[in-house]
């Protein structure tokens, strides 16, 4: 079901989501349902607390904070528009 990334190095990445969210962290794993009409998720582990692009295109820190630097969270590859690498430069909230 998990595809074991801890082989690879992929490195960190930087994901934009339909919802104009972006995660900034390492790939753990991915999960793929294949066969069924459950969703395939990204297990990322956060460097950055999560932003939103505001619609001036400006990328600010949720607040309060959705999940703290370290966490592992699951992604829905279904809405995510865009991944890349990381910069490595995390948004400031001010």
Excluded at 40 to 55: A, E, K, S, T
């Amino acid at each position: 079901m998990g595809k074991d990334l801890d082989g690879l190095n992929i490195g960190a990445v930087t994901v934009l989501t339909a919802a104009h969210i972006v995660y900034q962290g390492t790939i753990q794993k991915m999960e793929e349902n294949r066969g069924s009409d459950d969703p395939d998720f990204i297990l990322l582990q956060l460097v950055c607390y999560p932003g939103i692009v505001r619609d001036n295109a400006q990328l600010k820190v949720i607040s309060p904070f959705l999940y703290n630097i370290g966490a592992i969270i699951r992604i829905n590859v279904e809405e995510i528009v865009s991944i890349g690498p990381s910069t490595g430069i995390c948004p400031s909230d001010g």
